[in-house]
């Protein structure tokens, strides 16, 4: 969950062992005016990685199989709760990322990293853009989605005849999941219900034609695999740490704002997702991104107020 920040060394030093040197500082912004206020210092340090140069990572930040899998390589003297922390590092050429951190977990703070090296390098923080992910393939049909498909189906015609409100929407998920006890699960919130509604109904009618039901259900048939496969423990939470990879698993990518305010939004104090939470998420991201697209002109979308207030409120 912290900031990363790529850095390519590529010249080694004038001298004769090939390594680069480097200087990094960490310092902490405005710590010194919220003493006013009882705050003092964090305990601040960084760590340094070094990335394979023949592995697959992309411009998004490493996730938490790369940190089981390599260990540091360097990092800062020491953590300590001073305004600000140096080290001197000499590393072979090579690209490295630098992770920032507190010495406690959960604390957050405004920060300045300066990075100097005697050769000219490049940095960039490692980060994407907020999107739909193209071409990503649906999950397998299991048993149990095929009964599930037909429990709905057959709600539908008994309870909404043509055409389903939000109220009968809730009434029909609920019964069909709440009666699979796959995980810790309570029920659907008309909020959530509302949205799922909204994804859908292009004519603002407040209501879903069982073709549009369908699209819902493979939706919510991919979302439900997909917090299947990154929940722990059968506890119906989805922890901070995997939210990334499950929505990238779900065709999103989210940039580290997105995500931030995602977690921000959306989770407990422990900074856990619950699965209605996790739905509710996914559906005003498809909603809000897809309505974007639509107004789109080369990365900056102009609304009108009559637009912009309905894609938010209705989403």
């Known amino acids: 969950m912290n900031p990363q920040y790529r850095v390519v060394l590529t010249d080694p030093d004038d001298d004769e062992d090939d390594l680069c040197t480097i200087l990094i500082g960490l310092l902490q912004e405005d710590r010194r005016k919220k003493r006013k206020k009882g705050l003092d210092m964090l305990t601040i340090g960084y760590v340094i990685y070094k990335m394979n140069e023949n592995g697959t990572y992309g411009k998004g930040p490493l996730d938490t199989k790369f940190f089981k899998f390599n260990a540091s390589v360097a990092k800062s003297p020491s953590f300590i709760n001073m305004r600000e922390v140096c080290g001197r590092h000499q590393l072979s050429p090579g690209t490295y990322v630098i992770i920032p951190s507190t010495f406690e977990p959960n604390q957050q703070g405004e920060f300045l990293l300066r990075i100097f090296t005697e050769k000219a390098g490049t940095t960039s923080e490692m980060d994407e853009g907020t999107g739909i992910i193209k071409d990503k393939p649906a999950p397998s049909v299991t048993e149990d989605d095929k009964v599930q498909g037909e429990e ?128 509710l998420c996914a559906i005003r991201l498809m909603t809000m991104i897809t309505s974007f697209k639509g107004h789109d002109n080369k990365g900056v979308a102009s609304y009108d107020i009559e637009s912009f207030i309905q894609t938010t409120m209705y989403s």
Not at 231 to 243: A, H, M, Q, V
Not at 255 to 269: C, D, E, Q, V
Request: include cysteine; charged fraction near 35%.
């Open 152 to 279: 709905l189906k057959e709600s539908f015609k008994r309870i909404a005849g043509e055409d389903l409100e939000v109220d009968e929407l809730r009434d029909i998920l609920n019964s069909v999941f709440t009666k699979a006890k796959e995980f810790t699960f309570d029920r659907f919130s008309l909020d959530v219900c509302r949205s799922m509604v909204a994804m859908h109904d292009v004519e603002l009618s407040g209501k879903l034609g069982f073709e549009e039901f369908k699209v819902l259900w493979k939706d919510l048939r991919k979302w439900k695999a997909v917090f299947k496969e990154f929940y722990k423990d059968n506890s119906g939470l989805l922890s901070s740490y995997e939210i990334r990879n499950a929505f990238h698993a779900s065709g999103f990518r989210l940039s580290n704002r997105t995500l931030s305010a995602i977690i921000l939004r959306f989770s407990n104090k422990k900074g856990e997702i619950e699965f209605d939470d996790f739905l």
